[in-house]
């Protein structure tokens, strides 16, 4: 016997957007710091090759993130809002980085993460959710980037990648969790 799935209300059809950007942002986080550790090791054998694919994993990254909460805030009827500013954040990163100078891209990383991390804060706190430890690490990133006693690009590239994985899973355990979603049986 067939049965009929209920009609999804506004807040269902909500949460299941918010599940869906944490997962693709989620996903891009880990792929890109497994990346970027990779090419870290790498810079050790192939200097100048590594240097340029750096700048471009980032760019792409950035790009991506545009893209990934883009497109749920241009599917979204209501509070589309709410998303907008971090695409647009992340995508003036990733152009911006196809204009700076090689040694400044760090400093567009770090501006990227404090407000990534402020818009992120800002949302978590007004919807009550529970991603504010990432918004920590995104803020606790961007002031290590812009203003750390590391002044070693491949120490602060290792940071980059360790807040990469270590949100990336956060994002993905959160969409595990979003509120408005009943668990499937």
């Known amino acids: 016997?067939?049965?009929?799935?209920?009609?999804?209300?506004?807040?269902?059809?909500?949460?299941?957007r918010a599940r869906r950007v944490?997962?693709?942002?989620?996903g891009l986080l880990l792929a890109?710091?497994?990346?970027?550790?990779?090419?870290?090791?790498l810079a050790f054998r192939l200097p100048n090759f590594t240097a340029s694919t750096l700048v471009l994993g980032v760019n792409a990254f950035l790009v991506l993130d545009a893209i990934a909460v883009a497109i749920?805030?241009?599917?979204?009827?209501e509070s589309w809002r709410a998303w907008v500013p971090q695409a647009l954040v992340s995508l003036a990163a990733g152009v911006l980085l196809?204009?700076?100078?090689?040694g400044r891209w760090l400093v567009v990383f770090g501006v990227w993460a404090i407000l990534s991390g402020v818009i992120d804060g800002a949302h978590a706190i007004a919807s009550g959710s529970g991603r504010v430890?990432?918004?920590?690490?995104?803020?606790?990133?961007?002031?290590l980037l812009?203003?750390?006693?590391?002044?070693?690009?491949?120490?602060?590239l290792l940071a980059v990648s360790a807040y990469s994985i270590v949100s990336g899973i956060l994002?993905?355990?959160?969409?595990?969790?979003?509120?408005?979603?009943?668990?499937r049986a």
Do not use: C
């Open 146 to 156: 812009l203003a750390g006693p590391l002044r070693d690009h491949a120490l602060l």
């Open 98 to 102: 196809l204009f700076v100078p090689y």
């Open 171 to 183: 994002r993905l355990l959160m969409a595990r969790t979003v509120p408005g979603l009943r668990a």
């Open 72 to 77: 749920p805030a241009i599917q979204a009827r």
């Open 1 to 16: 016997m067939r049965t009929l799935a209920a009609p999804m209300t506004p807040a269902a059809t909500t949460a299941r």
């Open 133 to 143: 430890v990432v918004s920590v690490l995104s803020l606790a990133l961007g002031i």
């Open 22 to 26: 944490h997962v693709l942002r989620g």
């Open 32 to 41: 890109f710091g497994v990346a970027e550790a990779a090419m870290v090791l």
